[in-house]
């Protein structure tokens, strides 16, 4: 199971930290990513890490989201720094056994495991 955590409300250029804490899983041979889903809006990939600490991110999150994991405290947490409107959305956490890299890594349909979402708001 995993359990997604740390959403809120926040002014733009706020920060936030949210954290996925896992069990029942063999963590540290797990990816773990993060997705995201508005209103209205098709669920979208964030961030990823490996089972090898690789990190990936969309696009948008470049430079002001950071993925990391705690493999001890079984977590994983994405720091959001200047956080905008358009982030605005629920956020998923899940895991995956699979080693995926690139474009799979990408594609919500990877992974086994899903967490039940954590609102961020961004006001502007």
């Known amino acids: 199971q995993l359990q997604a955590s740390g959403g809120g409300l926040v002014q733009a250029g706020g920060s936030l930290r949210l954290s996925c804490a896992a069990s029942?899983?063999?963590?540290?041979?797990?990816?773990i990513a993060w997705f995201r889903q508005a209103p209205g809006k098709e669920r979208e990939f964030v961030a990823h890490?490996?089972?090898?600490?690789?990190?990936e991110y969309v696009d948008s999150a470049k430079g002001r989201f950071s993925i990391s994991r705690d493999n001890i405290k079984i977590t994983v947490y994405l720091q959001q720094n200047s956080l905008q409107p358009e982030d605005t959305a629920v956020y998923y956490c899940?895991?995956?056994?699979?080693?995926?890299?690139?474009?799979?890594?990408?594609?919500?349909?990877?992974?086994?495991?899903w967490g039940q979402g954590t609102q961020v708001t961004v006001s502007s």
């Open positions: 029942g899983i063999t963590f540290s041979s797990a990816g």
């Open positions: 890490i490996s089972q090898f600490r690789d990190t």
């Open positions: 899940a895991a995956t056994r699979a080693p995926l890299r690139g474009y799979l890594a990408r594609q919500a349909n990877g992974y086994d495991y």
